[in-house]
């Protein structure tokens, strides 16, 4: 059959490109232009029916299509302005490698380490004092609730950084109430240190948390192991080092600081981002999965963190080289391994956070191996490893459930929530039994050994469904890549979104890249008429650009023209408007 020269013809097709967002694209994408016959006013014409050769290039088409969409000077028709996105190339150019984004977060978990493992921040009590564990308790149970509660009272259309009142009564609650927890807890009865400061404490903790994860959503954060691993680890461990090496007083006044400067920078940004962009949920079927997978992995956590710190708990510390200060030696540890992790993340395209999780439980069921040898000598590493696993878990769990939100799977209040929560309340339940334990000589007796060998076995058990569904969630968040997955993409947003049949059909194009006066030229419309439906998939979906709209609908998280990156995560860049320097 011939091969025309005319490329707007509605009947030209491209299999370098072939779904172009313009017809008369640039000659450099062009390869073997085919001609197929137009067909009745009233067919259809599904994905499913392209050329099956056009398959293999699906996503090199679609990312040609996204950038000679952003080449262009001239604006979609149909797309409405979006403050929230910056339409000029030079303040895009002008983005850092973000090195400080995380550290919001990673103020707020070195907070937590140097209050409960540093035996320096207590004036008047030593850190493994019965009082202080009964606070610590308190805590993790208070901060438990909170986490997984609040994203219940949200639902997924509310968000607690709306709440502004918040971004300001938090780090004021959190410092003098770590203040007055450290200096003002004493071996005498005080139900308001033991109990009602805690409870305060893990809550605003918890809310802390949940407003950073918010934040992180909006600008669709990747979570690298390179930059999340490496803002925590030299935060985490700067700050126990200035801990240790401060007097109490000096040291303590130090700890204070920690939350008001995380919420400082909270407001920094609140204040000087003009608009807030939130994930656009996914159809209720993807959610659905994204939110099955974050249950198995976050119950799967709550077993390593139960199993680590009831090792970390169970083991005499006179037995223990360092003493009390075990605890600090061991947070130290583990800021340095995190920090290792974080540096090979950095160096290496393909690191795979994905593929942490199961050598993580690998190393907790040595820890409680160690532990169950009964051997003194193999205390103290039982102690470290177990320690060391339990923070890499709480930071790979954010990392792993975060990715989901960013992705739209799950609320960012959900996913945050899950993050620490799911956590913490390991770190719950095996301190507790331990402290059962301790308190109980009969029921240590009968017990202890069963209970050792039942968390081998689980942790054991666990690491196969963990594997599977470090493969589901790898597929969860990557780009769409054939026709047929496309097709059913657009299937469950056109009933999600309750869109007709010929918004359905509207879609389909649009996401491929064609022009309102291409789309009705395939579906022998007016120009006019496709508009009309193109300006109702925007109403319908709330998504009113197009370029905004493919993203959604393939899930591509890479900006058009860029070049996906090697590794699952991309790496992420500052705003702005991020208050402290790259």
Not at 1 to 13: A, K, L
Not at 322 to 334: E, H, I, Q, R, Y
Not at 376 to 390: G, K, Q, R
Request: charged share 15%; proline share 6%; aromatic share 10%.
């Amino acid at each position: 059959f011939p091969f025309p020269d005319d490329r707007t013809s509605p009947g030209w097709f491209n299999l370098m490109n072939p779904f172009p967002m313009n017809p008369s694209a640039p000659s450099r994408y062009i390869s073997y232009p085919i001609r197929y016959e137009a067909r009745p006013r009233d067919s259809k014409r599904p994905a499913s029916e392209l050329p099956s050769d056009a398959q293999g290039h699906m996503k090199k088409g679609l990312a040609v299509a996204m950038a000679d969409q952003v080449k262009s000077k001239k604006p979609r028709e149909g797309a409405a302005q979006d403050s929230c996105v910056l339409t000029d190339k030079a303040a895009a150019k002008k983005r850092k490698p973000a090195i400080t984004l995380y550290v919001g977060i990673s103020l707020i978990i070195a907070w937590f380490h140097c209050i409960w493992f540093v035996p320096n921040a207590y004036l008047n009590v030593e850190l493994l004092a019965w009082q202080v564990t009964v606070a610590w308790l308190v805590m993790l149970a208070s901060s438990t609730l909170a986490l997984l509660v609040t994203p219940l009272l949200l639902r997924s259309e509310r968000h607690l950084s709306d709440v502004k009142p918040l971004l300001y009564v938090t780090p004021a609650v959190l410092s003098l109430g770590g203040l007055a927890l450290c200096l003002g807890i004493s071996t005498t009865e005080n139900p308001v240190m033991t109990i009602a400061l805690p409870i305060a404490l893990g809550i605003f903790n918890a809310l802390l948390w949940i407003q950073w994860g918010e934040w992180y959503a909006t600008i669709k954060a990747s979570y690298h192991i390179g930059q999340v691993a490496l803002t925590v680890s030299a935060v985490v461990l700067f700050s126990l080092a200035a801990t240790i090496v401060l007097p109490t007083l000096a040291g303590d006044a130090f700890v204070a600081l920690l939350p008001i400067m995380s919420s400082w920078c909270l407001i920094r940004i609140r204040t000087s981002a003009t608009c807030l962009d939130y994930p656009k949920p996914l159809p209720q079927n993807e959610r659905s999965k994204g939110f099955r997978n974050a249950l198995v992995v976050g119950g799967i956590c709550i077993s390593a963190c139960a199993a680590c710190y009831f090792v970390v708990a169970i083991i005499p510390v006179p037995d223990l080289a360092f003493g009390d200060s075990t605890f600090t030696v061991g947070a130290l540890v583990g800021g340095a391994v995190l920090g290792v992790i974080g540096a090979f993340g950095k160096l290496s395209r393909k690191f795979d956070i994905y593929r942490l999780f199961p050598w993580m439980l690998a190393f907790a069921t040595i820890a409680v191996i160690l532990y169950a040898a009964n051997d003194v000598a193999l205390y103290l590493p039982a102690f470290l490893t177990a320690l060391t696993i339990s923070l890499i878990c709480e930071i790979l769990l954010l990392m792993y459930i975060g990715v989901l939100s960013s992705n739209g799977y799950i609320s960012p209040a959900t996913a945050f929530g899950f993050s620490g929560g799911f956590a913490r309340a390991g770190i719950l339940v095996g301190n507790g039994i331990a402290v059962v334990f301790e308190h109980n000589a009969a029921l240590e007796k009968l017990l202890l050994t069963p209970v050792t060998m039942a968390f081998m076995i689980i942790l054991v058990v666990l690491i196969i469904p963990l594997v599977r569904r470090e493969y589901a969630i790898a597929a969860l968040t990557a780009p769409i890549d054939s026709l047929a997955e496309l097709d059913l993409q657009i299937e469950a947003v056109a009933k999600e979104f309750g869109l007709s049949s010929r918004e359905k059909d509207v879609l389909s194009y649009v996401v491929r890249g064609y022009t309102a006066e291409a789309i009705g030229k395939q579906l022998f419309i007016s120009s006019y008429t496709a508009q009309t439906h193109i300006q109702h998939i925007y109403a319908k979906t709330q998504i009113h650009k197009r370029s905004d709209l493919i993203d959604y609908v393939t899930k591509r998280k890479v900006p058009a023209g860029e070049t996906a990156p090697t590794d699952r995560a991309a790496i992420d860049t500052l705003p702005d408007y991020w208050p402290f320097p790259s």
